[in-house]
Each structure stands twice: as structure tokens, then as C-alpha cells.
């Protein structure tokens, strides 16, 4: 099982911008995909950016154009850059790792991105 830390949430005004970082406990060079969800309260859980180890990405279409998704192996972390926040992105923020194409998936703690005034 892949421990996986969030941090960089918090509050953030209209049209801001933060990143959130994910570090893993194990090296990340060679997991197949990891990236970020996110859910409001009674909403599923839905994919926000994904990065797998090759580096290919995908974003939903709700952050293409504003979110961007990188890994750095050498500190075992996954970024999300987020501009141009929105209230609509407002949600607690989840980083999740798959070993393989068929493993289950880690997630983390979660955390909370406001976008407000």
C-alpha cells in the first residue's frame, strides 16, 4: 500500500491560484498512474488531472486550460497547479495512486480547496 500526504490547501480568492502537492512513501517513478479527485459533500468522487509514468496526462474538462499536472520522481510528489480558481472548485481535493494497471487504488487524506471572497 502506497501512504500518500496532500498538502497546499486552503483559502483562495476568485481567479487565484494554489498548488497542492502529494508526496508518496514509496519511489513513484515506476506507478503506473497518480493524480488528483475531488468530491463536494453528496457528490461522487470525480478525476480532476492524472499523470501516469510515462508522463502522459488527462484533465477534466472543467480544469483544461487552468490545472496542470507534473511528477517529480526524485522527491516522490505529484503537483496540481490550479489558476484561475473558481467557487465551482471548491471541494476536498483527493491524491490517489494505482501500482499497476490492476492494482487497487492508495488514496490520501484529502484536502480542502475554498475558492471564495
Known amino acids: 500500500q502506497v501512504q500518500l500526504v496532500e498538502s497546499g490547501g486552503g483559502l483562495v480568492q476568485p481567479g487565484g491560484s494554489l498548488r497542492l502537492s502529494c508526496t508518496a512513501s514509496?519511489?513513484?517513478?515506476?506507478?503506473?498512474?497518480m493524480g488528483w479527485y475531488r468530491q463536494v459533500p453528496g457528490k461522487q468522487r470525480d478525476l480532476v488531472a492524472a499523470?501516469?509514468?510515462?508522463?502522459?496526462?488527462n484533465y477534466a474538462d472543467s480544469v483544461k486550460g487552468r490545472g496542470t499536472i507534473a511528477r517529480d520522481n526524485a522527491k516522490n510528489t505529484v503537483y496540481l497547479q490550479m489558476n484561475s480558481l473558481k467557487p465551482e472548485d471548491t471541494a476536498v481535493y483527493y491524491c490517489y495512486a494505482k501500482r499497476t494497471i490492476s492494482s487497487s487504488t492508495d488514496w490520501g487524506q484529502g484536502t480542502q480547496v475554498t475558492v471564495s471572497s
Open positions: 514509496v519511489t513513484i517513478f515506476n506507478i503506473y498512474a
Open positions: 499523470i501516469g509514468s510515462n508522463g502522459g496526462t
